[in-house]
């Protein structure tokens, strides 16, 4: 199944529930969504819902990073990852989330009415690049993964 990512808000509390296989194609349309609710003036809060989700590649996983350091430096709150698949937990405590999410692994009920998040027009160079910072936002994470993207990250930033 290919992933989807579906969205919501409702007075400035946003839900993304990311649905299926969610990986790299899906990362354009995430960067624009998040750029538009952070100038929300209305935000505050934001919760991501993987109750759905069948598989996670790195790349969103960095992004999801990324989403999490930002709440926190802009408006100084950690937001809550639903999670109750035990694979995707352990994935998201081994690559440190805990650190940067508040983790609930029980399933929320169904909340209103969601709208797909429609896919972004990107160039290659731009997927790259999106490629890369959600690949460096891991990193900084913790030493282990580091470690794990290192490699990654110095061949993709060897490639022109």
Avoid: W
């Avoid at 624009?32 to 609710?37: C, D, N, P, S, T």
């Amino acid at each position: 199944m290919s992933g989807r990512i579906l969205v919501a808000d409702h007075d400035g509390m946003y839900l993304m529930k990311f649905v299926g296989d969610v990986r790299v194609n899906l990362c354009a349309a995430v960067d624009g969504f998040l750029a538009e609710m952070y100038r929300d003036a209305r935000f505050k809060s934001v919760l991501v819902d993987l109750t759905c989700t069948d598989g996670i590649d790195s790349t969103s996983l960095g992004i999801l990073a990324k989403l999490s350091i930002k709440a926190r430096d802009l408006f100084g709150f950690k937001p809550t990852l639903v999670s109750p698949k035990y694979d995707i937990t352990r994935l998201l405590r081994t690559m440190g989330f805990d650190d940067i999410f508040h983790i609930v692994e029980q399933p929320l009920q169904e909340v209103g009415q969601l709208g797909e998040l429609p896919p972004a027009e990107t160039t290659p160079e731009d997927l790259r690049e999106r490629v890369l910072d959600a690949h460096r936002t891991l990193m900084a994470l913790n030493e282990s993964n580091a470690a794990a993207f290192r490699d990654l990250v110095a061949t993709l930033e060897a490639d022109p």
